[in-house]
C-alpha cells in the first residue's frame, strides 16, 4: 500500500501529515525549542489536519467508482471537516492576533457546524440492509454504546455545565452544544460500525470511526479539565485530537485507493471484530468505573458493598462475554479463511473441468444427462445447457447401442469399478465421431449421485488406424487386398467350406507380355495398365468376391460358394472385359492375361495347396497362348482340365 500511495499526490499528503504528527506530538511532549510560544504553535499545528481531510474527501467524492451514496457521505465529511477548520482559523485569529479568547465566537460556530455535518455524512454511507435479529442487535449494541458514552459525558460535562450559577443561557446552552454533539458523534460511529458498510467503503470507514473515536475522547477530556480549570494549551488531549484527525486524512486517502481497484461485488463487509465489538462491553465497563469513582466514599455502607458486588459480577460477566467473543472471533476469522480457501478450490477446479480437452459427465442409472462439462461444444457441438435433461443413448450409434448400454448396466450394479470403451456419437453437423468413454459408479456420493464419465475424441486416432490397417493389408497402387489378406480371407473361406460342404473357387491370373509395355514405355505406364486392370476386375466380381495383386503383374480372386462352372464364366468375363483397350496417357493398350482356375468341392485342402493348383492352371494356359485360361484338373492334381479360349 505505501509503494503505491507513494506514487499518488495524497497518498504523498498522507504519508508526510503521518510524519508531522509524530513530531508536532514529540514537540508538544518535550516543548523545546520554542517553549515560549506553545500557544502559538498549537493553534497553527491543528490547521493543516482539517483542511487536508477536506480536500482528500472531496477527492474522494469525485472517484467515478464510488456509488452515488458514498460519494454524497464523502462530500459532506469533507464540508464538515472544512467548518472545523474554518473554527480553527477564526480561533487562531482571536487568541494570537487579537489576544483575546471570546466565548461565544465565531469559531464557535464553525466547530458546532463540524458535528450535524459529520454525522449526516456518517448516515449518508449505503450498508447492508438489516432483518430481524440483526435490527436488534443494531440498537442494542447501539443503546450500550450511548448510554455508556451518555453516563460518562452527562457526568462530567452535562452536570458540571448545566448546574452553573455564574452562567448566562446563551452561555450554558452553548457549552452544553459541545458534548452533545459528542454524542450525536457517538451514534453516528456506532451506527456506521454496527450497520456493516459495503466492502469496497468498509476499511475506511473503520479507520473513519477510530479517528472519530478518538476525536469524542479528546473533547471530553478536554470539556472535563477546562471545567476543573486545569487545562493548558498543548495538553494531552491536543494528541489525541491531533491522530484523530490523522486517521480521518487517511481514512478519506484510503477511499480513494480502493475505488482505484477493480470493481467487486459490494458484499456487506464485517467490521465488528474483536476491536470494534468492544465497544458495547467497554461501555458497561466505563459506566461501572464511574460508579465506584462517585461511590468510593460510600464503600463501607451496605449499599456501597453491593455495588462492590454488582461491579464485581458484571466484570465476571464481561470477561465471560469478552472470552467468548475472542474465541467467535477466533472462530469467525478460521471459517473466513477456510471458506475463502474453499472458493479457491472450487474457482480452481471448476477452471480445471471448463478448460480441460476431455469432457466430464454425470448422467443417472438410466443415462439421463445431469451434467456436461462446457468441452462438450468443442467435441460434439452441443452446449451443455442442450445436452442436460436429455438421454446420453439418443446420440450413440445404433451398432454401438447395445455394447453402452451394457456397460452402463455393469457400472451401476458395481460401485467403484470403472469401465472403459469406444463408441460413435453424433455431431451436431450430422456426422459420427469416435469417443474413448471411461464411466465410473459414484450413486452413492452424495455430492454427486450419479455415474460420472470423461470421454475425448478419438476419431483422427481411429481414422489413422483405419488407414494403417488397410495398407497393411491393401496394395498400395491398385487398392486390391495384398497377399496376406487374400491368404487369410481363403483360409476362413475354407474352413467355412469344410463345415459346410460349400465349393470354394480361385482365380490367379498373370499379364501376358507387361514386360514389354515397362521396357518401351516406362514403370509409369505400366503401373496406370495395372490400375485400369484392377478396375476393370471390380467390375466382373461380385460384393461378396475379393481381388488381390500379389505383385508385379499378378493377380487373384476368391470366389466362395462358387463352383467351378460359375468360376468359369466368371474367367471369361474378365478375358472378355480385358479384351477392351485401357487408356494409358491417351494411348490405347489392350492387357491379355493368362487365367489358372482351382476349384475345391469341400475344402479339404490348405490355402498353399489351393494357391498352388491355381498357378498351376495358369502356367498351363500361358503355355497354350495369350487371353487363355485352364482349369485344374480334378483329382489328378498333376493335369490340367480342357481348356478354352
Known amino acids: 500500500?505505501?509503494?503505491?500511495?507513494?506514487?499518488?499526490?495524497?497518498?504523498?499528503?498522507?504519508?508526510?501529515?503521518?510524519?508531522?504528527?509524530?513530531?508536532?506530538?514529540?514537540?508538544?511532549?518535550?516543548?523545546?525549542?520554542?517553549?515560549?510560544?506553545?500557544?502559538?504553535?498549537?493553534?497553527?499545528?491543528?490547521?493543516?489536519?482539517?483542511?487536508?481531510?477536506?480536500?482528500?474527501?472531496w477527492r474522494a467524492a469525485s472517484h467515478g467508482n464510488l456509488d452515488r451514496r458514498t460519494r454524497r457521505a464523502w462530500l459532506v465529511l469533507g464540508i464538515g471537516f472544512a467548518s472545523f477548520w474554518l473554527g480553527d482559523v477564526l480561533w487562531l485569529y482571536y487568541e494570537n492576533i487579537r489576544g483575546t479568547a471570546p466565548f461565544p465566537s465565531f469559531?464557535?460556530?464553525?466547530?458546532?457546524?463540524?458535528?450535524?455535518?459529520?454525522?449526516?455524512?456518517?448516515?449518508?454511507?449505503?450498508?447492508?440492509?438489516?432483518?430481524?435479529?440483526?435490527?436488534?442487535?443494531?440498537?442494542?449494541?447501539?443503546?450500550?454504546?450511548?448510554l455508556g458514552g451518555g453516563m460518562l459525558i452527562w457526568f462530567l460535562l452535562l452536570r458540571p455545565l448545566a448546574q452553573a450559577e455564574d452562567s448566562s443561557p446563551l452561555l450554558t446552552t452553548l457549552s452544553l452544544a459541545y458534548p452533545v454533539g459528542d454524542l450525536v458523534?457517538?451514534?453516528?460511529?456506532?451506527?456506521?460500525?454496527?450497520?456493516?458498510?459495503?466492502?469496497?467503503?468498509?476499511?475506511?470507514?473503520?479507520?473513519?470511526?477510530?479517528?472519530?473515536?478518538?476525536?469524542?475522547?479528546?473533547?471530553?477530556?478536554f470539556g472535563y479539565l477546562s471545567i476543573e480549570e486545569k487545562y493548558e494549551t498543548g495538553d494531552w488531549p491536543d494528541m489525541l485530537w491531533l491522530t484523530g484527525q490523522l486517521l480521518m486524512v487517511i481514512a478519506a486517502q484510503y477511499q480513494w485507493w480502493t475505488a482505484q481497484k477493480p470493481a467487486a461485488e459490494d458484499d456487506p463487509e464485517e467490521l465488528q471484530g474483536l476491536g470494534f465489538s468492544l465497544l458495547p462491553p467497554a461501555a458497561?465497563?466505563?459506566?461501572?468505573?464511574?460508579?465506584?469513582?462517585?461511590?468510593?466514599?460510600?464503600?463501607?455502607?451496605?449499599?456501597?458493598?453491593?455495588?462492590?458486588?454488582?461491579?464485581?459480577?458484571?466484570?465476571?460477566?464481561?470477561?465471560?462475554?469478552?472470552?467468548?467473543?475472542?474465541?467467535?472471533?477466533?472462530?469467525?476469522?478460521?471459517?473466513?479463511?477456510?471458506?475463502e480457501e474453499l472458493g479457491r478450490n472450487e474457482a480452481?477446479?471448476?477452471?480445471?473441468?471448463?478448460?480441460?480437452?476431455?469432457?466430464?459427465?454425470?448422467?443417472?442409472?438410466?443415462?439421463?444427462?445431469?451434467?456436461?462439462?462446457?468441452?462438450?461444444?468443442?467435441?460434439?457441438?452441443?452446449?451443455?445447457?442442450?445436452?442436460?435433461?436429455?438421454?446420453?443413448?439418443?446420440?450413440?450409434?445404433?451398432?454401438?447401442?447395445?455394447?453402452v448400454t451394457e456397460i452402463l448396466a455393469y457400472v451401476t450394479q458395481h460401485p467403484g469399478e470403472f469401465r472403459t470403451l469406444e463408441c460413435r456419437v453424433m455431431h451436431t453437423d450430422g456426422d459420427w465421431r469416435w469417443l474413448e468413454l471411461t464411466a465410473s459408479n459414484v450413486l452413492d456420493d452424495p455430492n454427486v449421485r450419479g455415474i460420472i464419465g470423461n470421454y475425448r475424441d478419438i476419431t483422427e486416432r481411429k481414422h489413422l488406424e483405419a488407414q494403417l490397417a488397410h495398407q497393411a493389408t491393401h496394395d498400395s497402387l491398385t487398392g486390391l487386398a495384398n497377399r496376406a489378406l487374400f491368404r487369410d480371407r481363403l483360409e476362413h473361406a475354407l474352413a467355412r467350406a469344410r463345415r459346410h460342404g460349400e465349393p470354394v473357387s480361385i482365380l490367379f491370373?498373370?499379364?501376358?507380355?507387361?514386360?514389354?509395355?515397362?521396357?518401351?514405355?516406362?514403370?509409369?505406364?505400366g503401373d496406370e495398365l495395372l490400375v485400369g486392370v484392377a478396375n476393370r476386375l471390380r467390375g466382373c466380381m461380385r460384393e461378396s468376391d475379393l481381388a488381390a495383386r500379389f505383385g508385379g503383374d499378378e493377380f487373384a480372386v476368391l470366389f466362395e460358394d462358387t463352383d467351378g462352372t460359375r468360376a468359369e464364366a466368371a474367367a471369361k468375363r474378365i478375358l472378355s472385359t480385358l479384351a477392351h483397350p485401357?487408356?494409358?496417357?491417351?494411348?490405347?493398350?489392350?492387357?491379355?492375361?493368362?487365367?489358372?482356375?482351382?476349384?475345391?468341392?469341400?475344402?479339404?485342402?490348405?490355402?498353399?495347396?489351393?494357391?498352388?493348383?491355381?498357378?498351376?492352371?495358369?502356367?498351363?494356359?500361358?503355355?497354350?497362348?495369350?487371353?487363355?485360361?485352364?482349369?485344374?484338373?480334378?483329382?489328378?492334381?498333376?493335369?490340367?482340365?480342357?481348356?478354352?479360349?
Request: proline share 3%; hydrophobic share 50%; glycine share 10%.
Open 348 to 403: 480452481r477446479f471448476r477452471s480445471l473441468v471448463q478448460n480441460a480437452s476431455d469432457v466430464i459427465i454425470v448422467a443417472d442409472a438410466t443415462g439421463n444427462i445431469l451434467y456436461e462439462s462446457p468441452a462438450v461444444e468443442r467435441v460434439l457441438g452441443y452446449t451443455p445447457a442442450e445436452r442436460v435433461g436429455t438421454n446420453a443413448l439418443s446420440t450413440i450409434h445404433p451398432d454401438d447401442a447395445r455394447r
Open 1 to 57: 500500500m505505501l509503494g503505491g500511495w507513494s506514487r499518488d499526490w495524497g497518498g504523498l499528503l498522507a504519508l508526510a501529515l503521518s510524519v508531522y504528527v509524530v513530531v508536532f506530538a514529540a514537540w508538544l511532549f518535550v516543548r523545546w525549542p520554542f517553549g515560549d510560544r506553545v500557544v502559538l504553535i498549537d493553534n497553527i499545528g491543528f490547521l493543516p489536519m482539517s483542511i487536508a481531510g477536506a480536500v482528500l474527501a
Open 107 to 146: 469559531a464557535d460556530a464553525g466547530y458546532l457546524s463540524y458535528y450535524p455535518l459529520v454525522f449526516f455524512g456518517l448516515l449518508l454511507f449505503p450498508a447492508a440492509p438489516r432483518r430481524g435479529e440483526q435490527v436488534l442487535k443494531f440498537w442494542l449494541d447501539s443503546m450500550t454504546v450511548l
Open 185 to 221: 458523534l457517538l451514534f453516528g460511529i456506532t451506527n456506521v460500525v454496527f450497520r456493516r458498510p459495503l466492502a469496497r467503503s468498509g476499511r475506511a470507514l473503520a479507520i473513519l470511526a477510530s479517528g472519530l473515536l478518538l476525536f469524542v475522547a479528546a473533547d471530553v477530556a
Open 582 to 645: 485401357i487408356n494409358v496417357q491417351g494411348q490405347a493398350m489392350r492387357a491379355q492375361a493368362s487365367i489358372g482356375l482351382a476349384v475345391v468341392d469341400d475344402g479339404s485342402c490348405d490355402p498353399e495347396e489351393l494357391l498352388r493348383r491355381a498357378d498351376t492352371a495358369m502356367y498351363a494356359a500361358k503355355a497354350r497362348g495369350k487371353g487363355q485360361y485352364a482349369v485344374f484338373g480334378g483329382e489328378d492334381r498333376a493335369g490340367v482340365g480342357q481348356a478354352t479360349g
Open 509 to 525: 491370373m498373370d499379364l501376358d507380355d507387361f514386360k514389354t509395355v515397362n521396357d518401351s514405355l516406362g514403370h509409369w505406364a
Open 284 to 339: 458497561v465497563i466505563m459506566s461501572f468505573g464511574l460508579l465506584l469513582i462517585v461511590e468510593r466514599s460510600q464503600l463501607e455502607t451496605p449499599i456501597g458493598g453491593l455495588t462492590v458486588a454488582a461491579v464485581g459480577l458484571t466484570a465476571v460477566v464481561l470477561a465471560r462475554q469478552l472470552t467468548s467473543l475472542a474465541e467467535n472471533t477466533h472462530l469467525l476469522r478460521r471459517t473466513t479463511g477456510l471458506a
